[in-house]
Protein backbone atom coordinates (compact mmCIF):
# COMPACT_ATOMS: atom_id res chain seq x y z
CA UNK A 1 0.00 0.00 0.00
CA UNK A 2 1.15 3.49 -0.95
CA UNK A 3 1.33 5.84 1.88
CA UNK A 4 0.93 9.35 0.57
CA UNK A 5 0.00 11.94 3.31
CA UNK A 6 -0.01 16.01 3.61
CA UNK A 7 3.63 16.21 3.35
CA UNK A 8 3.95 14.53 0.09
CA UNK A 9 0.90 16.48 -1.56
CA UNK A 10 3.18 19.46 -0.53
CA UNK A 11 6.11 18.21 -1.99
CA UNK A 12 4.90 17.89 -4.96
CA UNK A 13 3.03 21.51 -5.11
CA UNK A 14 6.37 22.46 -4.59
CA UNK A 15 8.04 20.81 -7.45
CA UNK A 16 5.68 21.93 -9.41
CA UNK A 17 5.41 25.56 -8.90
CA UNK A 18 9.66 25.59 -8.95
CA UNK A 19 9.37 24.07 -12.07
CA UNK A 20 6.43 26.53 -13.21
CA UNK A 21 8.49 29.71 -12.34
CA UNK A 22 11.65 28.54 -13.84
CA UNK A 23 9.93 27.63 -17.23
CA UNK A 24 8.34 31.07 -17.06
CA UNK A 25 11.57 32.74 -16.68
CA UNK A 26 12.89 30.48 -19.45
CA UNK A 27 10.46 31.40 -21.85
CA UNK A 28 11.02 34.70 -21.36
CA UNK A 29 14.77 34.91 -22.19
CA UNK A 30 13.71 32.37 -25.27
CA UNK A 31 15.49 29.15 -23.61
CA UNK A 32 12.53 26.88 -23.48
CA UNK A 33 13.84 24.49 -25.87
CA UNK A 34 17.01 23.85 -24.03
CA UNK A 35 15.01 23.53 -20.41
CA UNK A 36 12.19 20.64 -21.90
CA UNK A 37 15.98 18.87 -23.41
CA UNK A 38 17.13 18.75 -19.70
CA UNK A 39 13.84 17.84 -18.11
CA UNK A 40 13.61 14.98 -20.58
CA UNK A 41 17.19 14.22 -19.57
CA UNK A 42 16.41 13.93 -15.65
CA UNK A 43 12.97 11.92 -16.57
CA UNK A 44 15.20 9.46 -18.60
CA UNK A 45 17.68 9.06 -15.90
CA UNK A 46 15.15 8.51 -13.49
CA UNK A 47 13.56 5.80 -15.50
CA UNK A 48 17.01 3.88 -16.31
CA UNK A 49 18.04 4.02 -12.57
CA UNK A 50 15.23 3.83 -10.26
CA UNK A 51 12.30 2.06 -12.23
CA UNK A 52 14.00 -0.47 -14.93
CA UNK A 53 17.22 0.15 -12.64
CA UNK A 54 19.35 -1.03 -15.59
CA UNK A 55 22.75 -1.09 -13.84
CA UNK A 56 25.48 -0.20 -16.66
CA UNK A 57 23.14 2.37 -18.41
CA UNK A 58 22.05 3.97 -15.16
CA UNK A 59 25.97 4.04 -13.93
CA UNK A 60 26.76 5.96 -17.53
CA UNK A 61 23.23 8.22 -16.15
CA UNK A 62 25.00 8.97 -13.67
CA UNK A 63 28.71 9.92 -14.54
CA UNK A 64 26.77 12.31 -17.11
CA UNK A 65 24.50 13.79 -14.50
CA UNK A 66 27.72 14.66 -12.26
CA UNK A 67 29.20 16.21 -15.18
CA UNK A 68 26.12 17.92 -16.44
CA UNK A 69 25.30 19.91 -13.40
CA UNK A 70 28.79 22.10 -13.92
CA UNK A 71 27.44 22.08 -17.64
CA UNK A 72 24.47 23.88 -16.64
CA UNK A 73 25.59 26.26 -14.19
CA UNK A 74 28.02 27.42 -17.43
CA UNK A 75 24.92 27.16 -20.06
CA UNK A 76 22.34 28.59 -17.90
CA UNK A 77 24.56 31.31 -15.54
CA UNK A 78 22.79 34.39 -16.96
CA UNK A 79 19.18 32.50 -16.23
CA UNK A 80 20.21 31.36 -12.70
CA UNK A 81 21.62 34.79 -11.72
CA UNK A 82 17.93 36.21 -13.10
CA UNK A 83 16.14 33.59 -11.31
CA UNK A 84 18.20 34.52 -8.13
CA UNK A 85 16.88 38.06 -8.36
CA UNK A 86 13.33 37.23 -8.68
CA UNK A 87 13.54 34.84 -5.87
CA UNK A 88 15.07 37.61 -3.66
CA UNK A 89 13.16 40.68 -5.53
CA UNK A 90 11.37 43.43 -2.96
CA UNK A 91 8.18 42.46 -4.16
CA UNK A 92 8.48 38.63 -3.53
CA UNK A 93 9.55 39.81 -0.13
CA UNK A 94 7.18 42.29 0.22
CA UNK A 95 6.04 40.46 3.92
CA UNK A 96 9.02 41.99 5.22
CA UNK A 97 8.08 45.07 5.86
CA UNK A 98 5.52 44.18 8.21
CA UNK A 99 8.90 43.66 10.53
CA UNK A 100 11.18 45.63 9.52
CA UNK A 101 10.90 49.68 9.90
CA UNK A 102 11.71 51.54 6.56
CA UNK A 103 12.15 55.30 6.87
CA UNK A 104 10.85 57.14 3.96
CA UNK A 105 12.51 60.53 2.30
CA UNK A 106 10.05 61.10 -0.48
CA UNK A 107 10.99 64.52 -0.89
CA UNK A 108 14.98 63.63 -1.71
CA UNK A 109 13.45 60.85 -3.84
CA UNK A 110 10.73 62.91 -5.87
CA UNK A 111 13.81 65.91 -6.60
CA UNK A 112 15.90 63.09 -8.11
CA UNK A 113 13.35 61.81 -9.79
CA UNK A 114 11.96 64.66 -11.50
CA UNK A 115 15.31 65.64 -12.86
CA UNK A 116 15.29 62.89 -14.75
CA UNK A 117 11.22 62.85 -15.70
CA UNK A 118 12.00 66.05 -16.79
CA UNK A 119 15.82 65.12 -19.00
CA UNK A 120 13.47 62.57 -20.71
CA UNK A 121 10.87 64.54 -22.17
CA UNK A 122 12.68 67.36 -22.93
CA UNK A 123 15.29 64.91 -25.14
CA UNK A 124 11.91 63.00 -26.27
CA UNK A 125 10.20 66.72 -27.97
CA UNK A 126 13.71 66.68 -29.49
CA UNK A 127 13.89 62.62 -30.64
CA UNK A 128 17.42 62.48 -29.09
CA UNK A 129 18.25 58.85 -28.06
CA UNK A 130 19.32 57.89 -24.13
CA UNK A 131 19.77 54.90 -21.84
CA UNK A 132 19.29 55.80 -17.98
CA UNK A 133 20.40 52.59 -15.67
CA UNK A 134 19.10 53.47 -12.21
CA UNK A 135 21.12 50.94 -10.05
CA UNK A 136 18.71 49.30 -7.47
CA UNK A 137 20.16 46.26 -5.22
CA UNK A 138 22.43 44.27 -7.42
CA UNK A 139 25.67 45.70 -7.87
CA UNK A 140 26.84 46.87 -11.48
CA UNK A 141 30.24 48.07 -10.66
CA UNK A 142 31.14 46.55 -14.17
CA UNK A 143 29.09 48.29 -16.28
CA UNK A 144 30.08 51.44 -14.70
CA UNK A 145 33.51 50.48 -15.37
CA UNK A 146 33.17 50.79 -19.08
CA UNK A 147 32.22 54.28 -18.85
CA UNK A 148 33.59 57.81 -17.82
CA UNK A 149 33.76 57.65 -14.05
CA UNK A 150 31.37 61.14 -13.10
CA UNK A 151 29.81 61.13 -9.52
CA UNK A 152 27.78 64.48 -9.92
CA UNK A 153 24.63 65.19 -8.72
CA UNK A 154 21.33 64.40 -10.82
CA UNK A 155 20.62 67.27 -12.51
CA UNK A 156 18.03 67.75 -16.11
CA UNK A 157 20.79 69.74 -17.61
CA UNK A 158 23.94 67.22 -17.05
CA UNK A 159 21.81 64.23 -18.38
CA UNK A 160 20.84 66.68 -21.86
CA UNK A 161 24.29 67.33 -22.59
CA UNK A 162 25.81 63.74 -21.85
CA UNK A 163 23.25 62.99 -24.86
CA UNK A 164 23.37 65.75 -27.09
CA UNK A 165 23.58 64.40 -30.59
CA UNK A 166 26.96 63.27 -32.19
CA UNK A 167 28.62 63.86 -28.55
CA UNK A 168 31.45 61.28 -27.26
CA UNK A 169 28.71 59.52 -24.84
CA UNK A 170 25.72 60.09 -26.48
CA UNK A 171 25.53 56.14 -27.96
CA UNK A 172 26.66 54.53 -24.15
CA UNK A 173 24.32 54.35 -21.05
CA UNK A 174 24.23 56.90 -18.25
CA UNK A 175 24.03 54.93 -14.89
CA UNK A 176 22.90 56.46 -11.94
CA UNK A 177 23.54 55.14 -8.24
CA UNK A 178 22.51 56.24 -4.86
CA UNK A 179 21.06 59.53 -5.98
CA UNK A 180 24.22 60.11 -8.20
CA UNK A 181 25.46 60.20 -11.42
CA UNK A 182 28.33 57.32 -11.04
CA UNK A 183 29.20 57.66 -14.75
CA UNK A 184 28.23 58.02 -18.26
CA UNK A 185 28.90 56.15 -22.14
CA UNK A 186 28.64 52.62 -20.49
CA UNK A 187 28.53 49.19 -22.48
CA UNK A 188 25.24 47.11 -21.44
CA UNK A 189 24.47 43.31 -22.33
CA UNK A 190 22.27 42.92 -25.73
CA UNK A 191 19.78 40.56 -24.59
CA UNK A 192 19.63 37.17 -27.33
CA UNK A 193 15.75 36.91 -26.84
CA UNK A 194 14.29 35.21 -29.87
CA UNK A 195 11.31 37.26 -27.96
CA UNK A 196 11.83 40.76 -29.01
CA UNK A 197 9.95 42.68 -31.32
CA UNK A 198 11.55 43.46 -34.92
CA UNK A 199 10.63 47.11 -33.79
CA UNK A 200 13.19 47.35 -31.15
CA UNK A 201 16.77 48.93 -31.79
CA UNK A 202 19.73 48.84 -30.17
CA UNK A 203 18.92 50.32 -27.30
CA UNK A 204 16.13 48.55 -26.44
CA UNK A 205 17.72 45.08 -26.87
CA UNK A 206 20.52 46.28 -24.47
CA UNK A 207 18.14 48.11 -22.13
CA UNK A 208 16.31 44.96 -21.85
CA UNK A 209 19.68 42.63 -21.55
CA UNK A 210 20.24 44.74 -18.67
CA UNK A 211 17.16 44.25 -17.01
CA UNK A 212 17.73 40.48 -17.68
CA UNK A 213 20.75 40.35 -15.63
CA UNK A 214 20.44 42.29 -12.77
CA UNK A 215 17.09 44.29 -11.26
CA UNK A 216 18.14 48.02 -12.30
CA UNK A 217 16.02 50.09 -14.08
CA UNK A 218 16.60 50.93 -17.38
CA UNK A 219 14.65 54.04 -18.91
CA UNK A 220 14.95 53.96 -22.85
CA UNK A 221 14.21 57.37 -24.86
CA UNK A 222 13.95 56.60 -28.58
CA UNK A 223 15.70 58.45 -31.25
CA UNK A 224 13.18 57.13 -33.91
CA UNK A 225 9.91 57.62 -32.33
CA UNK A 226 10.88 59.93 -29.25
CA UNK A 227 8.85 57.33 -26.91
CA UNK A 228 9.95 57.16 -23.74
CA UNK A 229 10.13 53.75 -21.61
CA UNK A 230 11.18 51.22 -18.88
CA UNK A 231 13.28 47.98 -18.95
CA UNK A 232 12.56 46.14 -15.71
CA UNK A 233 12.61 42.25 -14.35
CA UNK A 234 12.96 41.42 -18.35
CA UNK A 235 10.17 43.25 -19.94
CA UNK A 236 9.86 46.41 -21.75
CA UNK A 237 6.88 48.83 -20.51
CA UNK A 238 4.82 50.47 -23.87
CA UNK A 239 4.90 54.18 -24.18
CA UNK A 240 5.01 56.14 -21.20
CA UNK A 241 3.30 59.56 -20.58
CA UNK A 242 5.24 62.61 -18.28
CA UNK A 243 2.83 61.60 -15.57
CA UNK A 244 2.76 57.66 -16.00
CA UNK A 245 6.95 57.40 -15.91
CA UNK A 246 7.12 59.77 -12.72
CA UNK A 247 4.17 57.74 -10.83
CA UNK A 248 5.93 54.40 -11.88
CA UNK A 249 9.51 55.68 -10.86
CA UNK A 250 7.97 57.18 -7.23
CA UNK A 251 6.45 53.87 -7.31
CA UNK A 252 9.56 51.91 -7.27
CA UNK A 253 12.00 54.30 -5.54
CA UNK A 254 9.59 55.49 -2.81
CA UNK A 255 11.81 53.82 -0.43
CA UNK A 256 15.07 55.05 1.50
CA UNK A 257 18.54 54.33 -0.50
CA UNK A 258 17.72 52.02 -3.61
CA UNK A 259 15.09 49.04 -2.01
CA UNK A 260 12.08 49.57 -3.67
CA UNK A 261 8.61 48.79 -2.61
CA UNK A 262 8.73 48.01 -6.45
CA UNK A 263 4.90 48.13 -6.96
CA UNK A 264 3.53 46.91 -10.54
CA UNK A 265 1.52 48.84 -12.40
CA UNK A 266 0.27 46.02 -14.98
CA UNK A 267 -1.78 48.79 -17.32
CA UNK A 268 2.03 49.96 -18.23
CA UNK A 269 3.52 46.51 -18.97
Not at 97 to 114: L, Y
Amino acid sequence: MIDFGIKDAIDILLVGGLLFLIYNLMKRTGSVSAFIGVLVFILAWLLVTHVFEMRLMGSIFDKLVSVGVIALIVLFQAEIRRFLFTIGSQQNLSFLKFFVHVKKENDETQDWIDEIVTACYNMSRQYVGALIVIQKRSSIDDIIATGLQIDAIISDRLIENIFVKNSPLHDGAMVISNNRVKAAGCSLPISNSVNIPKSYGFRHRAALGMSQESDAITLICSEETGNVMIAKNGKVSHPMTREQLSKRLNSIFEIEGLDSADTEEKSEE
